[in-house]
Structures are given as structure tokens and as C-alpha cells.
């Protein structure tokens, strides 16, 4: 088995996984804060049909924003992760992997 060491990673690329997988991440979240708001719509609709309707569009706006944001933050994280890794690996001499 084949060790290899990571010396480099390419922050703009390391960005894009990042920012595509906290966006699912986010979908899941948002999905959760609907289905959290849906039911206090629900409740809401008996007393009040302007509280059940602010917190249906919650809920839909939560599946929508939230993806965006946490995609975007994502991505910018992940950009701030390569370059800071590799201005680390070169003190540090890099990642150590073992290929098969």
C-alpha cells in the first residue's frame, strides 16, 4: 500500500464540495424549521389566520433561503479551509494518506 502526503489543495475547488454539500445540509435543516413551522401554523390557524399564514411562509422560505445561505457560507468556508491549509501543510508538511 502506496503512502501518499497531500501538500496542496486547490481552495476554488475544495470551495465548490463545501458549498454543495452545506446547501443539502441546509435543504435538511430547512426542511426541518417547515415542518417545525407547519405545525405552529396549524396551531396558529385556530386563534389567529394571520400567524398561521406568516408561519406557513416561514416554513416555505426556510426550505428556499436556508440552502442558499448555508451553500454560500459553505463555499466561502471552504475557500478560507484551502488556503489556510495549504499555508499550513507547507510548515507542516502536508496530509498523509495510504492508497490502495
Known sequence: MAQQTITSIGPVSLAKIMGVAYAFLGLLIGGLFSLISLVGAMGAMGQDRGAGVVGMLF?????????????CLGFIGGLITG????LVAKVGGGLEIELS
Open 59 to 71: 416554513g416555505v422560505g426556510a426550505v428556499i433561503i436556508a440552502p442558499i445561505v448555508y451553500g
Open 83 to 86: 488556503v489556510l491549509y495549504n
